[in-house]
């Protein structure tokens, strides 16, 4: 016997009704098929593998910027600590841009070539700096949400998997420093 619950994701167990005198196990348990997990890793998705690689072609052309914008902050950081950090960044987005890359060149058989006019202002402060290195992170969770949608297989799923990890991660430190850089100016 199965029933579904609409506010209840995952498969239900449904204790088996046993009639007097039929055989069986009567602890055996069935699971009620969701809807929500069928034809999961399979090609669906409310996204294209061309809409996909749209985004992942612009995810790296704007690398020229994002690199002169973290040496920049890297150079005007108060502490080590906040140097170290924003190293770290850096060094975690240069292979964020080696795997989009590979996830283009993979499916397309082309390399994507870099643009020489990108240009790049700095910011007023470090604090501002750090304030748009944050919302430039979370920014890049939602493209980058829509970039996974369209991939058609769980392995280059996993790879957009890692990098929105790695922004996350990315933001909470931004949000350290910040917090920290407004805590110094206090004392």
Known sequence: MYYYNPYYYWPMPVQRQIQPGQKGNYTQKQYAPNPMLQGYGQNKSYKSLEEALVGVRKA???????????DYLIAVAP?????????????????????????YRDFTGEEIT?????????????????????????AAVEKYRDIRAGLPTRYYRDMVFEILTDELKHADKYNYILTITIARKKV
Do not use: W
């Not at 502490?79 to 975690?92: A, F, G, Q, V």
């Not at 870099?114 to 979370?138: H, I, R, W, Y």
């Open 60 to 70: 790296v052309q704007g690398e020229r910027e994002d690199e002169l914008f973290y």
């Open 79 to 103: 502490t080590t600590e906040d140097k170290e950090i924003i190293t770290s960044i850096r060094n975690d987005e240069q292979k964020h841009n080696k795997m989009f890359r590979q996830i």
């Open 114 to 138: 870099d643009t020489d006019d990108e240009s790049f202002q700095k910011p007023n402060s470090f604090e501002e700096g750090v304030k748009k290195a944050l919302f430039g992170e979370l």
